[in-house]
Nanobody, 122 residues
Framework: QVQLVESGGGSVQTGGSLRLSCAAS????????MGWFRQAPGKEREFAAA????????YYLDSVKGRFTISRDNAKNTVYLQMNSLKPEDTAVYYC???????????????WGQGTQVTVSS
């Protein structure tokens, strides 16, 4: 089992920045692929970003490339999502997710956090 706890959400204006954190426990963090997903009101949950267990490879939704950066600190069992140049369309609940070693990072996650709200106002 893996427990995930997100933090760092909030409300910002267009162009602002936020950094989300996700603390993991219950399994060797360095063996886990980690992802961030988001769900806007009335929409399906979508993949936003992911990072390989060692942190070498990262993956992004096209609409967040160049604005969001995913990173991890395996010594702290934490994954981060730095979000810059935020837009109103980034407004969503953001979820942290984890799975074992994989070659497919855009889905199939086994463990999920409770989510944190990000609101971007124009």
């Amino acid at each position: 089992q893996v427990q995930l706890v997100e933090s760092g959400g909030g409300s910002v204006q267009t162009g602002g920045s936020l950094r989300l954190s996700c603390a993991a426990s219950g399994r060797t963090f360095s063996s886990l692929a980690m992802g961030w997903f988001r769900q806007a009101p009335g929409k399906e949950r979508e993949f936003a970003a992911a990072i390989s267990p060692g942190g070498v490879s990262t993956y992004y939704l096209d609409s967040v490339k160049g604005r969001f950066t995913i990173s991890r600190d395996n010594a702290k069992n934490t994954v981060y999502l730095q979000m810059n140049s935020l837009k109103p369309e980034d407004t969503a609940v953001y979820y942290c997710a984890a799975k074992g070693p994989t070659t497919y990072y855009q889905g199939g996650y086994n463990y999920w956090g409770q989510g944190t709200q990000v609101t971007v106002s124009s």
